[in-house]
């Protein structure tokens, strides 16, 4: 055969929608999130041919996003999900902010208005002034293709955009008209991400400077979520406790003496002498924590040089985590070993706790979850009292098991998130946690969860209010504003959608529930009835001391 011959065979004629489809495939993906519209028709006919791929309706644009965001989160690989362009593409926006929020890997295939009326703001159909100048504010990458024969070219870049570097949101929009074109195309599939080396010297620096510690601490995001083995090889090398607040946890298991959430690493912060942060915005340092440690000097590993400016370390290490952890272990592998803390920590850690134990009923009802939940099941948290108490009130022993909105902190993205999650993992257990307020804001989604199977137990936390502004008002105004609610039955309502309906009105009842729709292998709601008090309180483990006084309220 001639190469002539070879380069045809390599290639065919498709539409658009089609090169858009076989892109998908082309970089593995088995589930595609979505609802169809008139501008996207050619996109889902050619998905719904395509065996290799679900395709799992949701009952609305916003379900779509945050579908994609757990099914990402909980894998390490991208989420893809498809909306219409306009409001579509505005209702799925709080997920694509999220994706960029949490740096999780999602992939959005929308349309655009027909080539012959872009820019002209005639009126048409889901017109935005300017579609791709307004995701792009709040993506990472972002194409509008006009040419189909471009189409496996721009798929390919955004898979290439969404998981290289800070991983994040990536878009491509085709046109309704140009969706059906037909051309010639070849498959194209992006580069494998790399996984950059720090600067020999910086290294050896930054050496010098953990050797030199007394009191060193290791910090750990979600950019450090596959380096796990590196950063407790560092942590135990340094005898330094490693501390997580949301997409951390598990890194190093809470069963391990180093691994500390982060009311019990606030234990430690005054005596810290060395700053250790791999994969995080650090966002305890400069936001949460009060009064940072006289002399302290800090060293900060990411991949995102951007991030090294924002955060100005003393030894700045930019690269991939656990590249850069090694190169780390290397550089300290000559030191004289230290001596054990294990005790020490771990005295920290109980003294944490107990303090902990007394947050009540929350940390009764955060055991009673994890007693219930497999050790390779999901928890997914959410903007309530009871998820910010998870934080540092409930064990992970794994990365990707703990689910997180991160800083966006925007309400009612839990449930549908876990959709996302169960989604991606069929076998596994998937408990999401939410407020009456917060679960409302998705609830249509049940329905989506019965018919695609997707058994998620969501635990629903009922107070009558939006929880956690109430209690700030209250505090800071002595009344309350438009936070309180008027529920819905939530037993009934689960059971009119085709789920299981529970109700557990204490620690005792809860666990024995989560079993019973484990067992039972359906969709299900557990209402818990937690009136709000203001005494007791996730705050003062989240922002402790001064800082606790000065926040701003965040929104529940």
Sequence with gaps: MSTHDDAA??????????????????HGVDTVFGIPGVQTYELFDALRREEGIEVIGARHEQACAYMALGYAQSTGRPGVYSVVPGPGVLNASAGMLTSLATSTPTVCLTSEIPTEFMGRGMGHLHEMPDQL????????????????????????????????????????????????QKARMAPAAGPVPATPAADARAVERAARVLAGARNPMVMVGSGARHAGAEVLALAEK????????RGG???????????????????????????????????????????????????????????????????????????????????????????????????AKERARAEIARLTPHSEYLAAIRGALPRDGYFVEEVSQIGFASYFALDVYEPRHFITGGYQGNLGYGFPTALGVQAAHRDAVVVS??????????????????????NVVTVVFTNNAFG????????IYGHGSATELVNPDFVAMAESFGALGLRATSPAELGPAIEQAIRAKR????????????????????????RAQAAEPERS
Aim: charged content about 20%.
């Design 133 to 180: 100048a307004t995701v792009s504010s709040f993506t990472k990458w972002a194409t509008t293709v006009t040419d189909p024969a471009e189409v496996p070219a721009a798929v390919a870049e955004a898979f290439t955009e969404a998981t290289s570097g800070r991983p994040g949101p990536a878009v491509v929009a085709i046109p309704w008209d140009v969706l059906t």
């Design 523 to 546: 969709p299900t709601v557990i209402e818990v009835p937690m009136p709000l008090s203001l005494e007791q309180s996730p705050w003062r483990f989240l922002m402790p001391a001064s």
């Design 9 to 26: 065979s390599a290639s065919s004629e498709l539409t658009a929608g089609q090169a858009a489809v076989a892109g998908l495939r082309e």
């Design 238 to 245: 340094l005898q330094a406790p490693v501390v997580s607040l």
């Design 468 to 475: 956690n502004v109430q209690a700030d008002q209250v505090r």
């Design 249 to 347: 946890r598990g890194i190093v298991s809470d069963e391990d003496p180093l691994g500390f959430t982060c009311a019990e690493g606030f234990e430690r912060w005054a005596d810290t002498d060395v700053l250790l942060g791999i994969g995080t915005r650090q966002e305890l340092v400069w936001f949460r924590w009060p009064d940072t440690p006289d002399g302290l000097r800090t060293i900060n590993v990411d991949i995102d040089p951007a991030q090294q400016d924002r955060l100005t370390p003393d030894v700045a290490l930019t690269g991939d985590a656990r590249t850069v952890a090694r190169q780390l272990l290397d550089a300290l592998e000559g030191t004289p070993p230290r001596e054990s803390r294990v005790a020490e920590l771990a005295a």
């Design 433 to 454: 946690v939410t407020g009456d307020g917060g679960f409302m804001y998705g609830v249509q989604d049940l329905a989506t969860a019965v018919q695609f199977g997707l």
